[in-house]
């Protein structure tokens, strides 16, 4: 229904929202309610979900995401994977800005035309990488060393919802971290080793999954979608003590070696047998210092929307750009390689697949 489209205001961005399913619906909601920008229309093929708006936020809704040309003046991209590129080519090409949920594309060579589009067009291409958004991760990230970082562990299981069935967990949760570790080391990836498990369709349902970066920083990851028990988090070793994140309770922990104990003045291994054995009691007090922080609440996709209606108003870069999704792409692409090749029993998984033909071509 574009003719309900209101245009009246020049002085707010016009957003759309292509893509309607739960994650679009949420964005939807959310721009509603941003005082700084207007909903101009959500889009979605499925007449079911076009209802389903108009009727709980009385938004304006369209069939067909080619209508709102001339009518936005940004885009948020929440529709199936497969569709990013298409969605995303058409926007920048028109001079819409673009925030696409990730991951970025389903190929390197889509990404890249994507990122090439958006710098053509001087538009804003921002990718859904929201944990970076997350205030936990905020908090950690001003905290850590970076160039201090030795060692990464990260796991992120859910259990099954039915929804991003068309790619498996590795671009669905995986690429989280991976975009979060890419911009805490920064350094190039030279070595990828994975093994993923399919379980309830094609596509992978559990993956782990081990960088080698080339300033010798080791990160595992692994990450599930048939697991009983939500888990959200990382820890990361850095020469000056670990900080440990929980994504879901927004609490970061810090471990570091009390003075003495850091520059070796004092060591357990040196003690007598009886005094070793009481090192444990007091482990937290005579040895380490553990601080912990809870950090206030706050929702992780409004800040990301905000900061993409900002970049429309100013022109600022954004947290994550284009490039930095195609990174992210790029470090799945190669996992999904080794699950495939770790895999002989069943057939390669269709994201590997797609991959490896790109790559051949």
Same mark, same amino acid.
């Given at each position: 229904m574009i003719q309900n489209l209101n245009l009246s205001d020049a002085r707010?961005?016009?957003?759309?929202?292509?893509?309607?399913?739960?994650?679009? %619906?949420?964005?939807?909601? #959310?721009?509603?309610a941003n005082?700084?920008?207007?909903?101009?229309a959500v889009a979605d093929p499925s007449s079911e979900s076009r209802q389903y708006l108009e009727t709980q936020l009385h938004a304006p809704t369209l069939a067909d995401f080619r209508e709102l040309d001339g009518a936005i003046d940004g885009a948020i991209i929440a529709a199936p994977t497969f569709l990013h590129h298409q969605i995303g080519t058409w926007c920048l090409s028109h001079g819409i800005h673009v925030l696409v949920e990730k991951p970025i594309a389903s190929t390197l060579e889509e990404a890249k035309e994507l990122v090439h589009l958006a710098k053509a067009n001087n538009r804003t291409l921002q990718v859904g990488h929201v944990e970076r958004f997350n205030p936990a991760w905020h908090f950690a990230s001003m905290q850590l060393s970076k160039n201090t970082i030795r060692y990464?562990?990260?796991? %992120?299981?859910?259990?099954?919802?039915? *929804?991003?069935?068309?790619?498996?967990?590795?671009?669905?949760?995986?690429?989280?971290?991976?975009?979060?570790?890419?911009?805490?080391?920064?350094?190039?990836?030279? #070595?990828?080793? !994975?093994?993923?498990?399919s379980v309830l369709g094609d596509n992978e349902d559990f993956a782990t999954a081990c960088l080698r970066f080339r300033n010798g920083t080791i990160a595992n990851l692994r990450a599930s979608r048939i697991s009983p028990v939500?888990? *959200?988090t990382m820890q990361v070793y850095a020469d000056d003590g670990l900080t440990e994140i929980d994504f879901a309770s927004n609490t970061v922990s810090q471990t570091s070696a009390l003075d003495d104990? !850091? +520059?070796?003045?004092?060591?357990?291994? =040196?003690l007598p047998a009886d005094q070793r054995a009481k090192v444990k009691d007091s482990l937290f007090v005579d040895w380490?210092?553990?601080?912990?922080?809870?950090?206030?609440?706050? +929702?992780?996709i409004e800040l990301e929307q905000k900061e993409f209606v900002h970049a429309i108003q100013s022109g600022i870069a954004v947290t994550v750009t284009g490039e930095q999704g195609y990174q992210a792409l790029e470090v799945a692409a190669r996992i999904l390689e =080794?699950?495939?090749?770790?895999?002989?029993?069943?057939?390669?998984?269709p994201f590997a697949d797609r991959f490896a033909k790109t790559k051949a071509a």
């Open positions: 707010k961005p016009r957003i759309a929202v292509i893509g309607a399913g739960h994650l679009g %619906r949420i964005h939807a909601k #959310l721009i509603a005082t700084s920008c207007e909903l101009a990464v562990e990260a796991a %992120r299981e859910g259990t099954y919802t039915g *929804r991003s069935t068309d790619i498996g967990i590795v671009m669905d949760l995986m690429i989280h971290d991976i975009d979060l570790i890419l911009s805490a080391v920064k350094s190039p990836v030279d #070595l990828v080793s !994975a093994y993923g498990w939500p888990k *959200r104990v !850091a +520059n070796g003045a004092r060591q357990a291994d =040196q380490l210092r553990k601080v912990e922080h809870k950090t206030a609440p706050a +929702n992780a =080794q699950i495939a090749v770790n895999r002989p029993s069943r057939s390669i998984i």
